[in-house]
């Protein structure tokens, strides 16, 4: 009696929180945002992201075409059956014109295909799978941040082409960590290297030590970690630990702006990296930080300075061809120029992806850093094309 | 290479040393659990906000006031006991004549309302911890370098385990809370306090968990959800152990803790779940437990 009750109590709380998003199509543009809110990538975009789609929409004025800006947001858990079935709902009852992706690859792999069926805009913002926009690709995806490419392109190549040779690697065992795997192993025997092995790591693992282990006992010089959040913060805070990085150099393959301020400097120092963008990079990226520092008391990271061009690109993109309609807007984007705090002459290439430049940077060491948040010098700026590769043709969208 | 069961033999002493540091963490948190719910028929599912609030109880601890590691291992185990008796006092006796679900809806409960509360408050990157000074440095086995502080994880942690055994098994405070458990009313009226044991009993329970996250602090970075996977394969090593059983928590804690650093080696994308494996097959050949009585 008293658990059915229960049930009756949770059921009505989670009836009126969905009824107070309910919002009326038609008259209003409806952006949604679908992200990992409460778990290991939270402070990567999650509520910060969120503040900054609002702080855009304000920017660009609340309105558009003569209608209400209005936002929708979801924490999809890493569950890609979740984010799935969320967006569907949106688009069937919500009316919803545009989603932005958050976190996680294989969450936005379902997406994807939701955006195919329901022909609604997907901009891809915190997940790095290359295959979004490769195998995984629709007509409604842009790859708006980052991607496994680019990450391989340009951490893996200033580390061979810097002495490390030899590549051995902890990965995150789900597509992202497999498909960044899988990019630096090319790279590194583009370039002359040689790629040892690796070890996947399941996802969330409470203790890297043995994995490190493993990767000692192999002998390369380099150790690739193909993971993220607090899997690569435990793994390289792991290899300090046990004088790993001694006799081995870390290399990350995917480290943001809020790992590296949780790792400290002191552990960090040295580490190479590759970020679509960085809070100290220009007065505009410095002005934006400024704005968003204001509001969160934290720098941003490139998802979260991101989140904010692609909102701003959509809205203008909607401006420009006067409609909602997606196939009108999805053909102004990938005509349309990107230039703003984020992105320097950016375009949307007909797989997907949003070429832009991308830095390989080096994490500064204590005594380097001048003031808080001051932790990247950078090594080398990579134009878009070199950084995001040639059009593999495995998109139908993008002949070769 | 020599190779043992498919493992080159240089490795195994390496993997034998961590096996036995993740595995005194297991023990600790088990032991916690067993303690509650042997001596309280309580499924206690929030061991694992008790283990993160132990590890923010320690680094808040050291921001704000400056208080250190070894401070920290006292007083941090003593604040989050002490909570765990206020929760005992306002939710958990409430439920002891109900159905155990009741109790373990509203431990869930309390971990995500936790979890939750420590997610809004510090986000999810974590923060770090200093490694005490006088265990910074390393100790070379010639087969891997171990950090001293990892040494010092494993003998704490034994020590407090079978300290902890040996006070319920064979003191006569130990004696008198077992036969709180036995017979409630026969013990109360020789004069004993029940209700107050027993609330110093889950205190003690839950100061373990803490006790487990301040060992952590250094070790990994301190963020809402470490011990939200944590606590899943504590349960299972529970259940291996035999429900309630002391030792059995912490033979079975160390035994898995190992068995768990070999699967890394073998088949590493099988090491999340070999313990839940190993768990399915006790509970087939002997569903009381490897140490459990009935």
């Not at chain 1, 690859?105 to 913002?125: D, H, S, Y």
């Amino acid at each position: 009696m008293k658990l059915r009750k229960l049930a009756m109590g949770i059921a009505a709380a989670l009836a009126t929180a969905t009824g107070a998003a309910l919002a009326a199509a038609g008259d209003q543009v409806v952006i949604g945002d679908i992200d990992d809110m409460s778990g290991v990538y939270a402070d990567v975009l999650g509520a910060g992201g969120v503040e900054a789609i609002n702080m855009a929409i304000a920017d660009f004025g609340g309105t558009v075409l003569g209608k209400k800006i209005v936002t929708l947001t979801a924490d999809h858990q890493n569950k890609p059956d979740i984010g799935a079935s969320k967006f569907r709902e949106w688009a069937d009852e919500h009316g919803l014109n545009l989603l932005l992706g958050g976190s996680n690859t294989g969450v936005n792999i379902a997406m994807a295909k939701v955006a195919a069926a329901k022909k609604v805009p997907l901009f891809v913002i915190g997940a790095g799978g290359a295959s979004l926009t490769n195998e995984d690709c629709t007509a409604y995806t842009v790859h708006y941040v980052y991607d496994t490419t680019a990450l391989a392109n340009g951490t893996a190549t200033a580390i061979v082409n810097g002495g490390g040779k030899t590549w051995f690697y902890l990965t995150a065992d789900y597509a992202f960590g497999t498909q960044l795997q899988n990019a630096a192993s090319k790279v590194v025997e583009a370039n002359g290297g040689k790629n040892v092995g690796g070890v996947r790591v399941p996802l969330g693992a409470a203790d890297f030590s043995s994995f490190l282990l493993q990767a000692q006992a192999s002998g390369a010089q380099v150790l690739g970690l193909a993971n993220a959040g607090t899997d690569f913060t435990n793994s390289l805070k792991a290899a300090n630990e046990f004088g790993i990085t001694r006799t081995m150099k870390p290399a990350a393959l995917l480290a943001f702006l809020t790992d590296i301020h949780s790792l400290g400097l002191k552990t960090a120092q040295g580490l190479y990296l590759t970020t679509g963008w960085y809070w100290d990079l220009n007065p505009d990226t410095r002005a934006y930080a400024k704005r968003y520092f204001a509001k969160m008391s934290k720098q941003p990271t490139m998802d979260q300075a991101g989140v904010y061009s692609a909102t701003m690109t959509y809205l203008k993109a909607l401006k420009t061809v006067g409609t909602t309609d997606s196939d009108k807007v999805m053909a102004e984007l990938k005509r349309m120029k990107i230039k703003d705090m984020f992105a320097n002459e950016g375009y949307i290439r007909a797989d997907g992806v949003m070429i832009h430049d991308m830095y390989v940077m080096q994490v500064k060491s204590p005594q380097e850093s001048k003031y808080p948040w001051d932790y990247y010098k950078v090594v080398k700026k990579m134009n878009g094309e070199e950084a995001f590769g040639p059009i593999t043709g495995l998109c139908p969208l993008a002949s070769k | 290479m020599t190779e043992f069961f498919g493992i080159p033999v240089a490795v195994i002493p390496g993997q034998l040393t961590l096996g036995l540091v993740n595995g005194s963490f297991y023990a600790l948190l088990s032991l916690g659990l067993a303690v509650i719910f042997g001596l309280m028929g309580v499924v206690n599912f929030a061991h694992g906000a008790f283990y993160t609030l132990g590890a923010f109880a320690a680094l808040l601890g050291l921001q704000w006031f400056g208080i250190n590691y070894w401070a920290a291992l006292l007083l941090a185990p003593l604040a989050v006991g002490l909570l765990g008796i206020v929760v005992e006092r306002l939710f958990l006796r409430r439920l002891y004549r109900l159905d155990p679900l009741y109790g373990l809806l509203l431990t869930f409960g309390l971990a995500l309302i936790v979890e939750g509360s420590l997610h809004q408050v510090f986000g999810s990157s974590g923060q770090s911890y200093p490694v005490p000074e006088a265990l910074a440095g390393v100790i070379d086995l010639g087969f891997m370098i171990l950090p001293l502080y990892r040494a010092w994880v494993i003998i704490a942690s034994l020590v407090v385990c079978f300290g902890t055994w040996f006070v319920i098994e064979r003191t006569r405070l130990g004696a008198t809370l077992r036969a709180a458990t036995e017979n409630a009313p026969l013990l109360q009226a020789f004069g004993v306090n029940v209700p107050l044991l027993v609330a110093a009993t889950y205190g003690g329970g839950v100061a373990l968990a803490a006790l487990a996250g301040v060992l952590a602090a250094p070790v990994v970075l301190v963020n809402s959800h470490m011990g939200t996977s944590l606590v899943i394969v504590v349960f299972a090593v529970v259940v291996i152990g035999g429900m309630g059983s002391i030792l059995g928590s912490i033979v079975s804690g160390l035994a898995l803790g190992i068995i768990e650093g070999f699967t890394k080696v073998i088949y590493p994308e099988a090491s999340n779940i070999v313990v839940f494996i190993i768990m399915a097959l006790v509970l087939i050949l002997r569903p009381a437990g490897l140490f459990g009585k009935e």
